[in-house]
């Protein structure tokens, strides 16, 4: 198995798996060691605001956070000597977020929301991720940068 193949299987296994996620909508459309993407659709049980029918500062957060450990998590695979199942799990276990700051820029409006996240820097044990929330038109929401336990 490549490192690609072992990408593919992490995310499917993060999109079906990973109940949170699936309750707030949230789908892994890539997950690669340069930038991750998450995407997500609006339903009313994200609002935040019910007079501006926005979503909630949560799930803004919550995204964030998720792209960023996914971006982490791939620079973790990419980084592994080798692709032995046992140390991907291992690895990937012990993976957290340490620290995690959300600039919220406007009102998140749309209809579909894009997040987005690159690695900063990456040591042997912390990970940097900048992280960002579009909507489908562009408009910028949200950025955010995440410090993760990686090794």
Known sequence: MNKHQVLEQVTTLWNTHIAFNQLLGFTITRMDP??????FAWKDELMGNPVQEILHGGV???????????VA???????????????????????????L??????PGRGN?????????????????????LHNEKGTHIAFGTGTYIVG
């Open 112 to 132: 579909e929301f894009i997040a987005t996240a690159r690695i900063i820097r990456k040591g042997s044990k912390v990970a940097v991720a900048r992280m960002e």
């Open 73 to 99: 998590a791939a620079n973790i695979i990419e980084n592994l000597p080798q692709l032995d199942e046992s140390i991907i799990h291992e690895k990937l276990s012990r993976m957290s977020t340490i620290d």
């Open 34 to 39: 340069q930038e991750s993407e998450i995407r």
């Open 101 to 106: 700051r959300t600039d919220f820029l406007r």
């Open 60 to 70: 803004i957060a919550s995204v964030l956070d998720m792209v960023g450990g996914v």
